[in-house]
């Protein structure tokens, strides 16, 4: 890694790029050394006597000392020194992994800090059996890298190749994910290259070139990915995708909001990101996810081999929003985009993929969204009926369980389990969990900027009715406030009891479903899909594969309807009051039956 602090046979290498600073010492323990000018920015020392657990830290001309850019861990969060570490350390009881298939995926998405009491890598280690138990084949964990104090989603991290230490160190992490692959578990990594947190990044003082003005981003100017000396920065997150894949074996990468990523030069940075990890890693199984607002279909094209020739897949908004407005009634905001015709758009998605596809999106002001995106194998879209967005990102962090009707959410659990889309769960959906996940931040450090965060969270929800009155909005619970989080703790313990029992027990049927059902038919060729409706609220939607045909009928609102069976389907699952008969399915409001043919 051409970045950062990095033991060799010749002692401890320090490497910074810092073009716009004029003079930089390195302070390692009580010493203080100059940095020599390599040019291009580049400085860089290797001092013989410096060892693992070394603490150091950088110093830009007159400023105060500021840690690596690069650092592999910050044991006193992100105003503190680095520490050296010794990346072979830890030794690895899984060297015969290989990873799984992606058709394999059953995602978790979790967040460390809250998935267990405790918030750390060592007790979630402990809940790995208990996942894999319920059908899980991987768990999908949130933005790792370092963050100001001890509370926040990840997604402020301003030191990416640092696990935050609040949840535990380097070594732990690396005994999670071991522990994760001896129970064939994957362990996928959420990154973020689109921005950096609001405190504590320190680069634009000594590497102005690192941000450029030309492009303008939600957070601000936007990371050089496409300007003059741009080639360090784009560097510095080709070797972050490489770290996390390498250094900790994780077996795929989540890459966020990748729309917000601005780069008009020849080779966008997320074309060189996943080159550079499809040559590096050909005796793997490595997996590479977008979120992606823009639907661009292009990231997610397959070789004559069927194989991703970029990304391998991206999380479907569509699936949610559609069965989020079908379940929920909700209408505001970008749900409006969905309600013209529900029933159609879920057919769509289910059955190609997205439902925008170069449609005009009036939500996003008449801007046209999506590209073609049919021909897809259906396990390159992530489909979920729940995630930390769309969770957390209510003013109340309402789960589904907590807002829709439960016989509803059974049909649309089935959908999510039983459709050939990679399914993924939002930790504590498979029990329907009584905390809500709250968006929730700890800018102590910096007061003015935590009361920025607590009034724009209140004035962000001021558009929708239920907060039009400002005495509504003041109920909104203070993402700066410690209880915020804690309100947000699973709590593991009421997944014995009804009726979180029986919607656990529902899920691990549905899970076992797909792996015994729906697995055989998605290892095999894809040869498409097709959907109808009929009448006003049944749909039928069926996949073709080259092992056979997956077909679902259901019934999504209205009065009973009856859909043509065809004979030798096999009924892979039906919601309890469905009437099957040899050529018929009778199906009432919210109900469905999946059935699967051969070849």
Not at 280 to 285: I, L, Q, T
Request: hydrophobic share 40%; with cysteine.
């Amino acid at each position: 890694m051409p970045f950062g602090a990095e033991l060799g046979p010749d002692g401890t290498r320090f490497s910074l790029w810092a073009p716009t600073a004029r003079k930089i010492s390195l302070l390692v323990d009580d010493e203080e050394y100059r940095l020599p000018d390599l040019g291009e920015g580049w400085r860089e020392l290797t001092l013989p006597q410096t060892q693992a657990g070394a603490r150091y830290a950088y110093k830009m001309d007159e400023s105060p000392p500021v840690p690596d850019p690069a650092s592999r861990f910050q044991p006193d969060d992100v105003a503190g020194r680095s520490l050296v570490v010794d990346p072979c350390a830890y030794t690895w009881e899984d060297p015969q992994w290989r990873g799984r298939p992606f058709e394999e995926a059953v995602l978790y998405e979790l967040h460390v800090g809250t998935a267990t009491p405790e918030g750390s890598y060592a007790a979630l280690t402990q809940k790995l059996a208990e996942l894999g138990d319920l059908g899980v084949t991987a768990i999908e964990l949130m933005p790792l890298s370092d963050f100001p104090g001890l509370r926040n989603w990840g997604y402020d991290g301003v030191l990416p190749f640092a696990p935050d230490a609040s949840y535990g160190t380097p070594d732990e992490l690396k005994r999670l994910i071991d522990r994760a692959h001896g129970l064939g578990l994957m362990v996928f990594i959420d990154v973020v290259y689109n921005h950096f947190g609001p405190s504590g990044n320190h680069l634009s003082s000594y590497a102005g070139e690192f941000f450029t003005k030309r492009h303008i981003t939600p957070w601000g100017d936007a990371i050089n990915f496409d300007g003059q000396k741009s080639r360090p920065v784009r560097e510095f997150f080709v070797h972050n995708a490489l770290y996390w894949l390498e250094e900790f074996h994780a077996d795929g990468l989540r890459l966020d909001a990748v729309h917000a990523i601005k780069d008009e030069s020849a080779t966008h940075v997320l074309a060189e990101i996943a080159g550079v990890v499809r040559q590096r890693f050909r005796d793997r199984e490595i997996h590479l996810v977008l979120e992606n607002d823009a639907n661009e279909a292009r990231w997610l094209e397959r070789d004559a081999h069927g194989r991703p020739r970029f990304y391998t897949a991206q999380w479907n908004d569509d699936f949610h929003h559609v069965l989020h407005s079908l379940l929920t009634g909700e209408t505001e905001g970008y749900y409006a985009d969905y309600a013209d015709d529900l029933v159609s758009r879920l057919g769509r998605t289910l059955a190609e993929g997205f439902a925008y596809q170069g449609e005009v999106s009036a939500h996003r002001g008449g801007k046209s969204r999506g590209e073609a995106c049919a021909h897809l194998p259906p396990s390159a879209f992530v489909a979920f009926l729940q995630n930390h967005d769309q969770t957390g990102n209510r003013a109340f962090g309402e789960r589904l369980s907590h807002i829709a009707d439960p016989e509803k959410l059974a049909l649309a659990r089935a959908l999510l389990a039983l459709s050939p889309q990679t399914p993924l769960l939002f930790m504590g959906e498979e029990w329907a969990a009584s905390s809500p996940f709250l968006f929730f931040v700890d800018f102590s450090n910096d007061p003015q900027l935590a009361a920025a965060v607590r009034d724009g969270r209140r004035r962000e929800f001021a558009r929708f009715r239920a907060f039009a009155d400002p005495l509504a909005a003041e109920k909104i619970p203070d993402p700066t406030a410690p209880s915020t989080a804690s309100r947000s703790l699973l709590r593991w313990e009421e997944r014995c009891a009804r009726p979180h029992a029986d919607v656990l027990a529902d899920t691990k049927r549905l899970l076992c479903l797909r792996r015994e059902h729906i697995l055989p038919l998605t290892k095999t060729s894809f040869l498409g899909a097709k959907w109808q409706k009929h009448a006003i609220s049944g749909l039928e939607v069926s996949w073709r594969y080259e092992a056979g045909t997956l077909r679902l009928l259901t019934n999504l609102d209205g009065s009973r309807i009856a859909l043509e069976r065809p004979a030798g389907e096999e009924v892979v699952w039906a919601s309890p009051s469905a009437e099957l008969d040899e050529d018929c399915a009778v199906l009432p409001s919210w109900t469905g039956v999946m059935l699967k043919s051969g070849p």
